[in-house]
């Protein structure tokens, strides 16, 4: 597959990355094929958090990767810590970081993580905190890099008082249905909708200092609402995809993945999907590159408007 480097590190990364979240809905030797398929297809980045399953789905993709310390060579991991939702808070605490992190490594069977994550943003945050878990988990060879996730540039900044290692990548929702991010930059000062920030203008911040955004839920509308390809819901953005698809002999995975890739912002969509043939479609994205007249064209039959 197609590779890019993460933020302003010199990770080369697959520019589609598989999402482990839903991986416990697999039993194990259905997990194996899944974890094996992405691997044929140079699909090799596997995103995480401590919350998935309660920390299963990490046990799940161990067992079914048969982690060994050959296996791990060939893989890149990412997983997310700061949700604690056992007791209904977030926690950037330095304790809470680091016992996150080596519960983590236990279940993914591994001396080190790629990439960590900051999961949604812990209003109690002590920047100090932060940095001084992300310097011990390096200096200990437990972390490797560094991120954010659902966060704006005002909080991120915060982060960059004290934390001297780069943030890498920051994950955040986005797709075709859910892209306010993109929209409300094309309507600038603009008396409607369209033209509210609702992210602090977290896409042009970025661009500008190389981070790595990662859409998540790339296929969904609303919060988890439903996925918008064949929703009855969205017959002008489904008939516009239709018709993309078949230029490229595609389907419309593919082109919803290929969507966020044309973007220059060179973003790192996250799967959501256990299905075998739709994983190999987000992965064909990478192969497909839309035109300015195809990206805008999803762009409107979406219901998205320009000025």
Known sequence: MRTQKLGTSNLEVPVVAVGCMRINSLDQAQAERFVQTCLDHGANFFDHADIYGGGKCEEIFADAVHMSSSVREKLILQSKCGIRHNIGTFDFSKEHILASVDGILKRLRTDY????????????????????????????????????????????????????????????????????????????????????????????????????????????????????????????????????????SVSKTTIAIAWLLRHPAKMQPVTGTMNLERIQDCIKAADVTLTREEWYGILLAAGNKLP
Not at 132 to 148: I, P, Y
């Open 113 to 248: 993580l790629d990439v960590l994550l900051l999961h949604r943003p812990d209003t109690l945050v002590e920047p100090e905190e932060v940095a001084a878990a992300f310097d011990e988990l390096e200096s200990a060879g437990k972390v490797r890099h560094f991120g954010v996730s659902n966060q704006h540039p005002r909080q991120i900044e915060l982060l960059k008082k004290a934390v001297r290692q780069p943030l890498v990548a920051n994950q955040l929702q986005l797709s075709i249905t859910n892209a306010t991010m993109i929209t409300s930059g094309l309507n600038v000062n603009m008396l409607n909708d369209e033209a509210v920030d609702r992210d602090g203008g977290i896409l042009d911040y970025c661009r500008l200092h190389d981070i790595t955004i990662q859409p998540w839920s790339p296929f969904q509308y609303g919060f988890f609402e439903g996925v918008f390809i064949d929703s009855p819901k969205y017959p002008e953005l489904n008939a516009k995809m239709d018709e993309i698809a078949a230029k490229y």
